[in-house]
């Protein structure tokens, strides 16, 4: 199994609609965050939280909220989709002790029609 | 506002050949991460690179980093067909592993 799951992996909405991406992961790190890539590029910073109780925006947060239910737990929601949102989504985690490496999921394509 | 470029973007060579690719970012930071993607799939970690003048290397590839010139290289020696990926390098912003991307070098090798 993998080290950090996200789910769905795959997902179409619709305009307007409201959806959430799970991110879950078992190596015990305190940090999360979320990426978004478009294609042909790199990756941008949407949120990250160091723990339970902490939460900051990145580079693109408008029209994403975060959600950290516990320490293994980090959910992406887009409260009202839009097209230009339609990318490849992933979670990443890490933390002090970790050896300064970063470990991503394996990436949720979202598509919004 | 911390900005990483990376050239070439895209880099079609012969297997065999050796070529270099180049991340640039602009201001000082000594955490510089190097990333494989293969297309539709995650981030594999290569090297990360965390003082001036570090020198790391596995197999065909060697990431080098120089923070005085905020520069890092990523070496391919004697390219083969399975090293065909996006290649990716990330500052870490602040220290605080807060990742900022370059483009990504699209590398296909062609026998």
């Known amino acids: 199994d993998a080290d950090v799951t996200q789910t769905p992996r795959n997902r179409i909405t619709k305009t307007g609609k409201r959806i959430m991406l799970e991110c879950s992961q078992t190596?015990?790190?305190?940090?999360m965050y979320w990426y978004r890539q478009d294609p042909g590029l790199g990756l941008r910073l949407i949120y990250y939280s160091f723990d339970v109780k902490d939460i900051n925006k990145g580079e693109i947060s408008d029209g994403y909220s975060v959600s950290r239910q516990a320490q293994a737990k980090f959910s992406l929601s887009l409260e009202s989709a839009i097209p230009n949102q339609t990318a490849l989504y992933f979670c990443?985690?890490?933390?002090?002790?970790?050896?300064?490496?970063?470990?991503f999921g394996e990436g949720s394509w979202l598509t919004v029609v | 506002e911390l900005k990483v470029e990376q050239n070439p973007l895209f880099l079609s060579m012969q297997e065999g050949k050796n070529y270099t690719i180049y991340c640039d970012y602009s201001?000082?930071?000594?955490?510089l991460y190097w990333y494989r993607q293969d297309p539709g799939k995650s981030l594999e970690s290569l090297f990360v690179?965390?003082?001036?003048?570090a020198v790391k290397q596995e197999g065909r590839l060697m990431a080098s980093l120089d923070t005085k010139a905020r520069l890092s290289t990523l070496h391919i020696t004697a390219a083969v067909h399975d090293l065909s990926a996006t290649y990716f390098c990330a500052v870490d912003e602040e220290g605080a592993q807060k990742l900022v991307f370059g483009q990504g070098t699209r590398l296909t090798i062609n026998p």
């Open positions: 690179l965390l003082s001036n003048g």
């Open positions: 201001t000082t930071s000594d955490r």
């Open positions: 990443a985690t890490s933390d002090q002790f970790s050896g300064n490496t970063i470990y």
């Open positions: 190596k015990g790190h305190d940090r």
